[in-house]
């Protein structure tokens, strides 16, 4: 059974940093693209940012680029989220999210819709 977990959220003061960590039970991440994607109240989830294990390729939004850093652990089967300059527009629940063989692009932008989810782990920003 596929199952991803994520961890590392919490109440973070505007400019800190935070590490969310997205685990994989259940399958190998080797040929997985995985995402982390947030959602607020009232929005849609939007894509942050996606790593492909098989290619090493990284998509990152545009509000994020220079601030987030994505990566994979795979002897560990895990990715992980380094969110740094955290601001209140960075608040909401975080998912990660794994697709066979996508494109990063695909992935993140939700071009191909994501089927297999974690629970997701509350990022909130605030002084």
């Known amino acids: 059974q596929l199952q991803l977990v994520e961890s590392g959220g919490a109440l973070v003061q505007p400019g800190g940093s935070l590490r969310l960590s997205c685990a994989a039970s259940?399958?190998?991440?080797?040929?997985?693209?995985i995402g982390w994607f947030r959602q607020v109240p009232g929005k849609e989830r939007e894509g942050v940012s996606c790593?492909?294990?098989?290619?090493?390729?990284?998509y990152y939004r545009n509000s994020v680029t220079g601030r987030f850093t994505i990566s994979r652990d795979n002897a560990k089967n895990t990715v992980y989220l380094q969110m740094n300059q955290l601001t209140p527009e960075d608040t909401g629940v975080y998912y990660c999210?794994?697709?066979?063989?996508?494109?990063?692009?695909?992935?993140?932008?939700?071009?191909?819709?994501?089927?297999?989810w974690g629970q997701g782990t509350q990022v909130t920003v605030s002084s």
């Open positions: 259940g399958f190998t991440l080797d040929y997985y693209t």
């Open positions: 999210g794994a697709i066979w063989l996508a494109t990063v692009e695909a992935m993140c932008l939700q071009i191909i819709p994501t089927r297999t």
């Open positions: 790593i492909s294990n098989s290619t090493g390729r990284t």
